[in-house]
């Protein structure tokens, strides 16, 4: 019996799975060419707060009212927890806190602006209004908070406490109060784990803060990678190729379609050189979206709002697959694209015709 010439585990699944990556590079470059324009920038992030707060909002009451409903189906994964329209209680934690980074980012300089007692302007639209944009805040996270995911609730807080450090860096030497602030944070975001965290504390208590069946995935992925550094195993044929290598540890239940680690994925998928060519281009943007919020002179809430939902985005997806689910990554890649495209100054930038 022959081979078959290819280097990809199965012949169409890569095809298949090549739409994702394209719809992603696609959304990605879409919101950087939109958002060199300061107004649509803020527009584009406008909407995608919004339409997270409106799933929010559906996803807190569908818990309350329908708990065992997901939209018209019966729900049938983590009836405990809210998961809105998501089937994956993770992918849903980090989108809701991916919304509230959003929402704090516009937030942040109004308040900081009358601690301050700068003048500002008092006729909000009734989006802009800051009771307005606290109550999307506060209602994006006690949807992240009721999801139960140990890690996207720790990671939103993270994301969170990293947007507010970034504004607070770039008033250091116009207040007084910087420590202060920064010591304020620190115990916002304790505190505010201890109330939107209880259950996230109560499956850190029972299953600690790691998973020692994604710890054995993880191995078999790299032992899979052997023979196959260069090129990987093809896109999309994780689930295929897993069986063969499947550990007696993880025993005969449940499905492993993903490694739970889109990077690692991603390497075993397309190979070493490609895969981190990548994970280096992804740094560089993050890095990039860090500069322009400390460089720039005005609009720098922009890349600080992109660069904190990056992290979030990126260090969930180091150990789930949030960022393969497409109602998630288009999100995040839009939230990318206008952090990138105003990280640069408006000096520097192209411009529009």
């Not at 606290?134 to 890690?151: D, E, K």
């Not at 195993?233 to 739970?260: C, M």
Request: net charge positive; with cysteine.
């Amino acid at each position: 019996m022959t081979e078959p010439n290819r280097i990809s585990a199965t012949a169409s699944v890569p095809w298949i799975a090549f739409g994702s990556s394209l719809l992603f590079g696609l959304t990605l470059l879409r919101a950087y060419l939109l958002a060199t324009d300061e107004q649509v920038a803020r527009q584009v992030l406008k909407a995608i707060a919004y339409a997270g707060f409106a799933y929010a909002l559906y996803g807190i009451l569908a818990h309350l009212a329908a708990p065992t409903m997901l939209l018209w189906r019966s729900k049938e994964y983590y009836l405990p927890y809210a998961t809105g329209t998501f089937v994956n209680r993770n992918t849903a934690a980090v989108f809701w806190g991916s919304c509230s980074v959003l929402f704090l980012g516009r937030l942040a300089p109004i308040v900081s602006n009358a601690l301050m007692s700068k003048p500002s302007r008092h006729d909000y639209s009734f989006t802009d209004h800051p009771a307005t944009l606290a109550v999307g805040f506060l209602t994006c996270l006690v949807a992240t908070g009721m999801t139960g995911s140990r890690a996207g609730v720790l990671l939103t807080l993270l994301s969170l406490a990293c947007l507010a450090n970034l504004h607070l860096m770039q008033l250091r030497f116009q207040s007084r109060h910087y420590w202060l602030a920064t010591g304020a944070i620190a115990a916002a975001t304790i505190v505010g784990f201890l109330v939107i965290g209880g259950s996230v504390i109560g499956r850190v208590g029972l299953f600690g803060l790691t998973d020692g069946q994604r710890a054995e995935v993880y191995r078999t992925a790299l032992e899979m990678l052997r023979g196959h550094e260069l090129f990987g195993i093809g896109v999309g044929n994780f689930e295929t190729a897993f069986p063969p290598y499947r550990p007696e540890s993880l025993g005969s239940q449940g499905i492993w379609d993903k490694v739970h680690s889109t990077p690692l994925e991603m390497i075993v998928s397309v190979g070493l050189p490609l895969g981190a060519t990548i994970c280096v281009i992804a740094a560089f943007f993050w890095a990039r979206m860090l500069w322009g919020a400390f460089s720039r002179l005005r609009d720098r809430e922009i890349p600080a709002m992109a660069a904190s939902v990056f992290l979030l985005g990126v260090l969930h997806s180091c150990i789930d697959f949030s960022l393969q689910i497409a109602g998630f990554a288009v999100v995040f890649a839009a939230i990318s694209g206008c952090g990138l495209a105003q990280s640069i100054s408006t000096t520097r930038r192209p411009q529009r015709r």
